[in-house]
């Protein structure tokens, strides 16, 4: 994942973050932390996830053991979230 910069990022800027089956980061933690970069915020200082997504059920549906493969997409703190079928992410700053 990409370092916080000392400026501010274009609308239509992603981040991706790869899925690590060896890692221990959950689905909502890994959007909490990806927006947090890409918006250079604290990640304290982003609203709370559950107004956007059930976190629970995101990180059930993204978890490597789920038998689904979907897509996610949401909105959430000015972002466009995706989670692919093979559970990387991406995350697009949107328009203000």
């Not at 690590?20 to 200082?45: C, E, F, I, M, N």
Request: hydrophobic share 35%; glycine share 6%.
């Amino acid at each position: 994942m990409r370092e916080k910069s000392d400026t501010p990022e274009a609308p239509g800027t992603s981040v991706r973050d790869s899925f690590d089956s060896d890692g221990d980061a959950k689905p909502s933690d890994r959007v909490v932390q990806t927006v947090a970069v890409l918006t250079d915020t604290d990640p304290v200082d982003l609203p709370a996830l559950y107004d956007a997504v059930d976190p629970e059920a995101l990180n059930q549906l993204v978890s490597p053991e789920a038998a689904t493969h979907l897509n996610i997409c949401f909105t959430y703190a000015g972002t466009e979230v995706y989670f692919g079928e093979d559970g990387d992410l991406e995350v697009t700053l949107l328009d203000d």
